[in-house]
């Protein structure tokens, strides 16, 4: 049984490929890919390191008994899930020594090859302030905006994950603000699969860190005691009751909710409509 150890490099910086590796200490192997900068399948950047992964692992020779380590990055959720379903005997790993230092020293090579002066060194993990320089070397000459990495595909895919809403009955802990999201508002609701574990986060929607690709979100402007009112149209996971009619609006049913004064309002959406049809004269 031989243990291999993946691990990435230059993932934090805006110009350069990435670099994978795929590294056996004893005996001494090492493979590597670079992340193309741009590309036009439209896939996520996981799923193209999924796919570089499992072409250095095929030229390994890599084994489902073999023990293989990886980095716990982003980058490798989709071979994090890819290990998982295929039983690899795997798991994640903080990466020291050889893969570590290769994947440092391939993405170093990338920049000095590029013109950057090598005598700038990453020193003790400061990858924030490297990556700074080496940006500003980048963008100090035209010529060399072509080593931006391509931010468009690599973000793309992350909207498909943020979608607006209306929170329902319960108030959500914002994951930006960390104030509370009150019950029947907008908010943005991201589902991530970490580890192959669900995710879900809320945000309000100003706090959203990404710009969300889908929209479930339905409101409606009405008019309460002369005021404009912006509500939201959603169905209601407990029973309410219609502050026109006072009957009750089952859980599960569609209906208006609003606020007004802080004061939350619930409409029937037949309510909605004959509270907005002007009487007759
Ligand atoms: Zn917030
Ligand atoms: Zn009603």
Known sequence: MRTWYIEDAGGGCRAFSEVLVLVSEKPREVYTSLVP?????????????????????????????????????????????????NQYNWSTARMEGLAHEIAEQVFFEQIVNAGFPAYIKLTS??????????????LENKSRLRYLKDRRVRQKPIGNKY????NRSRPRHCSKCHSSILPYTPMVECRMNVHGKKVHR????????????????????????????????????????????QKSIPAGQPAFFCYNNDQLLSFHLSCLSIMNTPAEA
């Open 37 to 85: 900068l741009t590309w036009q399948t439209g896939q996520t950047l996981e799923e193209v390191v999924l796919e570089l992964v499992l072409e250095m692992m095929s030229r390994a020779g890599v084994t489902k008994e073999d023990q293989i380590l990886v980095c716990s990055g982003n980058i490798f959720n989709d071979l994090h899930k890819y290990l998982q379903e």
């Open 125 to 138: 993990r400061n990858y924030r302030e490297f990556y700074q320089l080496v940006e500003k070397w980048v």
């Open 163 to 166: 979608c607006y809403k209306a």
């Open 202 to 245: 809320y945000y309000h929607p100003e706090c959203s860190p990404v710009k969300p690709l889908k929209n479930k979100l339905v409101t409606i402007e009405t008019t309460l005691n002369g005021q404009p009112t912006c509500g939201v149209v959603t169905k209601s996971n407990r029973e309410e009751r219609c502050t026109l009619c």
